[in-house]
């Protein structure tokens, strides 16, 4: 069974920087596209960025691009989701995601599995 926790959520103000963390236990993380989406109460989760097994390509959306950065450790089986410069707008709860068998795609529902999201949110 696949176990995501994510860590590093707060209250930060527009500007100021937060790095997040999701763990990962049960699986071959090393062969594992991980993600970050982000879910606003009464909307849909939304595509954040991802990463694919090996770490040699990443996908951002638009919004979040020069500002946000993912990384992975796969001796660790953690990946990272480093957030600059951030704006009330990211205000967010943030949840991991992954695919163990590869591949990337921004629609959530190719992700099997989630952990329960770390809260960010950022002041004016």
């Known amino acids: 069974q696949v176990h995501l926790v994510e860590s590093g959520g707060g209250l930060v103000q527009a500007g100021g920087s937060l790095r997040l963390s999701c763990a990962a236990s049960?699986?071959?993380?090393?062969?594992?596209?991980m993600a970050w989406f982000r879910q606003v109460p009464g909307t849909g989760r939304e595509f954040v960025a991802a990463?694919?097994?090996?770490?040699?390509?990443?996908y951002y959306t638009d919004s979040v691009k020069g500002r946000f950065t993912i990384s992975r450790d796969n001796a660790k089986n953690t990946v990272y989701l480093q957030m600059n410069s951030l704006k009330p707008e990211d205000t967010a709860a943030y949840h991991c995601?992954?695919?163990?068998?590869?591949?990337?795609?921004?629609?959530?529902?190719?992700?099997?599995?989630w952990g329960q999201g770390t809260q960010v949110t950022v002041s004016s």
């Open positions: 995601a992954q695919r163990p068998i590869g591949g990337v795609s921004y629609d959530p529902q190719w992700y099997p599995y």
């Open positions: 990463i694919t097994s090996t770490g040699d390509r990443t």
């Open positions: 049960g699986t071959t993380f090393s062969s594992a596209t």
